[in-house]
């Protein structure tokens, strides 16, 4: 299902969280970068019909959000893990996706039953099935979030910071699983950490401030940054303009990487982005434009 | 058709999540042990033998519904609210079932979850009073005092446990709670304005009267709002029971809303 999504707004009393976003996702895994507060939790709640737009039209799959029918009709083909989603404590895993399978409408029971059990192989807690939620650790949980997104094989499924809080493997064991569904539906996976949008995402949306400031190929972030990364070695602090991207103490001095329009410091060469770099340049130029 | 699926999906896991609550168990024993060795000699205990079993279950039902609604309404006074505080709300208002559903459900599912310790209080009684009276009918009126002195009141305390505590907060709801018992059902109307008496009172008084034959407790006694304190009898008490079940229609009628209020300003 693709998404259209026309000069959406939406405010809480004076904060504007999204503000004119324009954004078309045609299908495909897809990112959604942005830092705290970009905006990003908020436009999936739309999207997933929790939050009414304040202003704008959203579509998916042809189906405006704004009417009931149109809701009901993407819900209906809709997975959504929202960010810092809870559990009932005192069911079992098993339990808790075959609630959420009868609420989403997966009446058949042999069938739904089988789907879950596929899902928890899937998502390796079929061990664990059997065990009450309240014992599971915060990556278990994002398993169980992600299994009960898949049930009745939605079309969209929209995921907010699966990756947040997981230990390396299993964040990247979990945004693998993520591209591994990600074959003949759209999957709309927002995150802070551009590693895992650039691993897993062909195209990408960045926010700042509840607006796309960039929308394309991954690759095209990197050359936001070409001309404008430097590397440095200094022994004092690091130079006044700019954004230091990283810095490593050796033996010479501390090696600063940093992204900034002008030359920082005469001793600056400049080098070629990496993809962090690319993202930063972005966020500068986002929120100096 | 999918309405009604989804409602009865929402009763189910509703209610095997609430009679898995240790507190559920827990508070009906205390308050069912204390009423049993602290009833007077008004009390079912006491009854001559040969009292009618009508009389003598009834006379139970009454003395259980003193205290074992507070516990109820206790335990159901989080289950609207606390999808939001577990981190479920947004989940299920992603999913495409109705507020409808969601809230005949979880009324539906705490509803029979505190109704079947309650039962089990009652079937344990007349297991007891078998014992010496050695009349099996007790069962048979068990289940009748059940059906009509304990549910109405279970069905009212229940829909209002439910959705008062999305207007103020739960421990609130459930400190007046507390008051309101005591006020609208035992505090003697001669003494103060109370509800006690009349055919509000979700305590069972009126259908537990027409069961004993006698006045139960305070039904129809003279006081505020005479109106609503007619000569308990048959018709005063099906008067009692559907005016309690009306009642628990516009709390539920205003959770839909409440709860999509409460859950946009998340
Ligand atoms: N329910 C709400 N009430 C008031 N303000 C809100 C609400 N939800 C979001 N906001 C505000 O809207 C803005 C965008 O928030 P949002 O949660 O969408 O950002 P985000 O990109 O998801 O951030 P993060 O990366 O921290 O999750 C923030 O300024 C936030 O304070
Ligand atoms: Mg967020």
Redo the contacts with the bound molecule.
């Keep these: 299902m693709d998404i259209q999504i026309t000069g959406l707004r939406r405010t ?2 004076k ?1 504007t ?1 999204l503000d004119g976003l324009d954004l078309t996702v045609p299908g495909g895994m897809y990112g959604l970068l ?1 830092t ?7 436009l999936m709640r739309v999207l997933a019909g929790v939050l009414p737009p304040t202003a704008g039209t959203v579509r998916v799959g042809g189906h405006d959000l704004a009417t009931r029918t149109g809701r009901l009709a993407v819900q209906r083909r809709l997975g959504y893990l929202p ?1 810092d989603l809870g559990l009932y404590p005192d069911l079992s895993a098993r339990e808790f996706l075959d609630y959420v399978g009868l609420l989403k409408g997966l009446d058949d029971t042999a069938a739904r039953r089988r789907q879950i059990g596929e899902l928890l192989d899937m998502v390796g807690l079929a061990d664990a099935a059997p065990r009450k939620l309240r014992g599971f650790s915060g990556g278990m949980r994002r398993r169980v979030g992600i299994a009960q997104a898949l049930l009745g094989d939605p079309a969209l499924v929209v995921v907010d ?1 699966p990756t947040a809080g997981l230990d390396p493997e299993e964040r990247i064991r979990f945004r693998t699983l993520l591209a591994t569904i990600a074959a003949g539906r759209t999957v709309l996976l927002s995150t ?1 950490i551009v590693e895992d949008v650039a691993q897993t995402c062909r195209d990408t949306a960045v926010m700042t401030r509840g607006r796309v400031v960039f929308n394309g190929p991954v690759a095209d972030i990197v050359q936001r940054a070409e001309g404008v990364t430097w590397e440095l070695v200094g022994q004092g602090p690091p130079p006044a303009t700019g954004v230091v991207v990283s810095a490593v103490s050796r033996p010479d001095g501390t090696h600063y990487r940093l992204v900034s329009s002008a030359r920082p410091d005469p001793r600056a060469v400049p080098v070629q982005p990496s993809l962090e770099e690319g993202y930063v340049a972005l966020m500068h130029a986002g929120a100096n434009g | 058709m999918t309405t009604l699926r989804q409602t009865w999906a929402v009763t189910r896991y509703e209610f095997r999540m609430q009679i898995r609550k240790r507190s559920l168990w827990i508070t009906t024993a205390t308050l069912a042990v204390v009423l049993t060795f602290s009833q007077g000699d008004r009390g079912p205990r006491h009854l001559p033998p040969g009292t009618p079993p009508r009389e003598v279950m009834a006379s139970w039902a009454l003395l259980m519904a003193l205290l074992l609604p507070i516990g109820f309404g206790m335990v159901l006074a989080d289950r609207l609210t606390r999808d939001r505080r577990l981190g479920l709300a947004s989940l299920l208002e992603s999913l495409p079932i109705g507020r409808g559903a969601l809230v005949a459900g979880k009324y539906l599912g705490g509803l029979t979850s505190t109704a079947v310790p309650a039962a089990l209080v009652l079937l344990i009684a007349a297991a007891g009073e078998t014992a010496h009276r050695h009349d099996p009918a007790l069962f048979a009126w068990a289940a009748v005092a059940f059906v009509l002195v304990t549910l109405p009141g279970l069905a009212f305390v229940a829909a209002f446990a439910l959705v008062c505590p999305l207007l103020t907060t739960a421990p609130l709801f459930r400190a007046l709670f507390v008051g309101y018992w005591f006020w609208g059902n035992m505090l003697n109307p001669d003494l103060f304005p109370s509800l006690t008496g009349t055919l509000l009172t979700p305590l069972g008084d009126y259908p537990a009267t027409w069961l004993m034959g006698e006045r139960a407790l305070y039904a129809g006694a003279d006081g505020w709002l005479q109106f609503l304190r007619p000569e308990p009898g048959g018709a005063a008490a099906v008067a009692a029971i559907a005016l309690l079940l009306a009642l628990s229609i516009p709390p539920l009628a205003l959770a839909s809303p409440l709860l999509r209020r409460r859950n946009l ?2």
């Design positions: 809480f009393g904060v969280a942005g705290n507060g970009a905006g990003k939790t908020t960010q910071e802070h | 300003s998340a």
